[in-house]
């Protein structure tokens, strides 16, 4: 008998057991996959990251260097950084037919999440809501369906994490893109996924000597809201800030 709080817990691990067989209508589903734009939007091409000299850092003090900073200056991301941290974080690194992998692992290669980007201080990029397209490794400008950027730090519990970042990366699951394949399992993997990707950002941001905080205490409800998703075929899974650090 489990007590009242752990309840959820236990049946999200029971209902996502894995499973002797995969579900029989595995049928890809065609819908936004991997950041497709709508056709009235313009796409702001990104700096390419193989072209951006980077300065060399030791993986070894990077990891040693992680830690989360809370407190930004008001000085401008360049483009570029902004371009290697989407890059490290959803960017693709190998086309092979239909399938394409990314800088972070996913489950049946199947990566299923958008990664939106409140943009404070970039420089040449205005300040809004941005959508990122791994294909094009481009943004396209979103509308907000209820405020604007600027609401989305009112969701969180510490509105100053975003309202004082130059720049804000909110992840959304599709889970309709894990469970054609993987069935309920693929539950579990969205949750997995995106701490990779947070992770990855974390290290690319260390190194860049940026800060970086991650976020999980949002309103989702609003969050969904502002985005115009439905909070169930596709709702924010997790998020994080970055800024020059003060
Ligand atoms: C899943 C997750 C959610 C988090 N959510 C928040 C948050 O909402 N607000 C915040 O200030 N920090 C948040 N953090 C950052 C942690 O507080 C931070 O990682 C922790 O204090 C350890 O510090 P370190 O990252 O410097 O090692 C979160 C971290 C994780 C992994």
Request: charged letters at 20%; proline letters at 7%; a negative charge.
């Amino acid at each position: 008998m489990h007590s009242d709080s752990s309840r959820t817990g236990y049946r999200f691990l029971k209902e996502t057991i894995l499973q002797d067989s995969l579900p029989s209508q595995s049928k890809e589903p065609t819908t936004r996959i991997c950041g497709v734009c709508e056709p009235d939007q313009v796409l702001i091409p990104l700096p390419t990251p193989d072209a951006i000299p980077l300065d060399p850092v030791l993986l070894w003090d990077t990891l040693d260097n992680r830690h989360t900073i809370r407190d930004y200056s008001d000085d401008e991301l360049h483009k570029w950084e902004l371009s290697i941290l989407l890059h490290y974080t959803q960017g693709v690194r190998e086309k092979n037919g239909p399938s394409h992998f990314r800088t972070v692992p996913s489950a049946g290669a199947l990566h299923p999440f958008e990664t939106r980007i409140v943009i404070n201080r970039v420089s040449g990029i205005p300040p809004g809501i941005y959508r990122y397209l791994p294909l094009d490794h481009a943004l396209v400008q979103e509308t907000c369906h209820s405020g604007d950027h600027l609401s989305i730090a009112k969701t969180c519990k510490k509105p100053s994490l975003v309202s004082e970042s130059a720049v804000t990366f909110i992840w959304t699951a599709v889970p309709e893109r894990m469970i054609w394949k993987f069935g309920q399992r693929g539950w579990r993997y969205l949750f997995i996924e995106a701490g990779h990707i947070c992770q990855n950002l974390y290290i690319t941001a260390t190194g860049l000597h940026l800060g970086i905080c991650a976020i999980g205490s949002y309103n989702e409800n609003d969050i969904h809201c502002i985005l115009g998703i439905d909070g169930e075929t596709e709702f924010c899974i997790y998020m994080a800030s970055v800024g020059k650090k003060k």
